[in-house]
């Protein structure tokens, strides 16, 4: 019996561990907004897509670069002969060869390599604008989410306050001392703020959602986020700001590299009117079985040949080449125009910015007042109850506008949070904030 008793009391602790697994597995994940960003840049594919591309352009500028050291092959072969030994390479046939080239001096394909060189670089500057992205998404993502539980906290006190307007609404219409649209208008109020709060549940779940594709966190793993707000302001002047912006932005510093790059292919391609020189050397081992002597004076023949010298190409006349300078040109004259546009572009789009961060502060400040004017309102109208000469009516009506206020404020805000964050990015200074 004792036995019995064991095996169940086992049982049961096997079960209850098993009931309290969901639970435990649903604990909210307290996740901050730094290391929300950190987790983002760690599993972020977009990222990793930047990194592997920086990783291609730098290797196809090795490619270029391999022509300029020692290439060194070998190999082996044999071939029937009838008539002056020769294959259609026009090589003598060897039993074992083994040949050596290198580029010494060739303009067009010096202009080639400096270009990748470049291109390599302007593809490490639009891994570091991915990064930014990156951290921009990831951010407004997180306090949006802070944002939107916080709103539907004051929503459901809105919900009460309504429900209980809408009662003594009922109440006093069937005394005969409300009419009946009164009625109306309260269920009016009661089924706006129930649909909002509905629209902001989806939005919540859709935004915590993203969170856990950004971070990389488990699907249906309950975040808790912090309420404390960060700072992004700036003190800088919009000069200041301007200046930053056409010093880091990416976009400028691609298109550099991108004029640098056609620069140094047109100066390449200029260089094609020069001959080229390379190191070139070439040992083989002949076969008798092709009947070498026979072309040979006697005795003067040997199997073992060493070649070793440079190869000297003098261009006389060439109609490619004078394209390809053409070409060259006018695609650097592209190169020009594209980079004065892009200056001017970040210079208008940096200036907007900054002064959309200050329309926003303002329309936070309005924001801000009209809430203390409905909490001051809400206290007035709270002593006026206590003293008997208000209704509960009346004080629940100052508490869903306070609520209301409350709303608005959070979400000037989040939208000024939002332009701080996109200004920081335009200036170069978003990787300081969450270094």
């Known amino acids: 019996m004792s036995k019995k008793i064991c095996i169940a009391a086992g049982l049961a602790g096997i079960m209850a561990f098993l009931a309290t697994a969901p639970a435990r597995a649903q604990e909210a994940e307290k996740l901050t907004l730094r290391q929300a960003v950190t987790l983002a840049l760690q599993n972020s594919r977009e990222l990793a897509l930047a990194r592997v591309q920086y990783t291609v352009a730098r290797n196809a500028a090795g490619v270029d670069r391999a022509e300029f050291r020692p290439n060194l092959y070998t190999g082996s072969g044999a071939a029937y002969t009838s008539g002056f030994p020769a294959t259609p ?252 546009n892009k200056r001017q572009q970040v210079s208008l789009d940096t200036r907007q910015k900054a002064r959309n961060v200050r329309e926003l502060d303002a329309g936070r400040e309005v924001a801000r007042l009209d809430l203390k004017l409905a909490q001051e309102t809400l206290q007035l109208m709270q002593a006026k109850f206590d003293q008997g000469r208000a209704t509960l009516r009346d004080i629940e009506q100052a508490r869903l506008d306070e609520s209301d206020k409350w709303v608005a404020f959070l979400d000037a805000d989040f939208a000024r949070q939002q332009g701080q964050l996109t200004l920081l990015q335009a200036t170069g200074q978003l990787a300081k904030v969450f270094q």
Do not use: C
């Open 89 to 340: 390479s026009g090589q003598a046939p060897a039993v074992f060869s083994m040949s050596y080239t290198q580029s010494v001096f060739n303009l067009p394909l010096r202009g080639q390599l400096k270009a990748a060189e470049d291109r390599a670089e302007s593809q490490r500057l639009e891994m570091e604008r991915t990064r930014g992205e990156v951290i921009v998404r990831t951010a407004s993502a997180y306090l949006e989410l802070a944002k939107v539980r916080h709103s539907l906290e004051l929503l459901r006190s809105q919900e009460a306050s309504a429900e209980k307007i809408l009662g003594v609404t009922r109440d006093r219409a069937a005394a005969g001392q409300e009419l009946p649209i009164e009625i109306t208008r309260a269920e009016l109020t009661l089924a706006r703020v129930r649909e909002r709060i509905i629209r902001l549940e989806g939005r919540e779940e859709i935004l915590a959602q993203q969170i856990r594709n950004f971070t990389g966190l488990p699907d249906g793993q309950a975040l808790a986020v912090e309420t404390e707000e960060p700072s992004f302001a700036s003190d800088q002047q919009e000069s200041e700001l301007m200046a930053l912006a056409l010093q880091n932005s990416p976009l400028i510093k691609e298109a550099e590299y991108e004029r640098s790059a056609r620069s140094h292919i047109f100066k390449g391609e200029k260089g094609g009117y020069w001959p080229t020189v390379s190191a070139v050397g070439q040992y083989q081992v002949l076969a008798q079985f092709n009947n070498y002597n026979q072309f040979f004076r006697s005795g003067s023949f040997q199997r073992n040949n060493v070649t070793v010298g440079v190869d000297i190409h003098i261009p006389l006349y060439s109609a490619k080449t004078s394209a390809n300078v053409a070409l060259a040109k006018s695609q650097l004259n592209e190169a020009e125009l594209a980079l004065e």
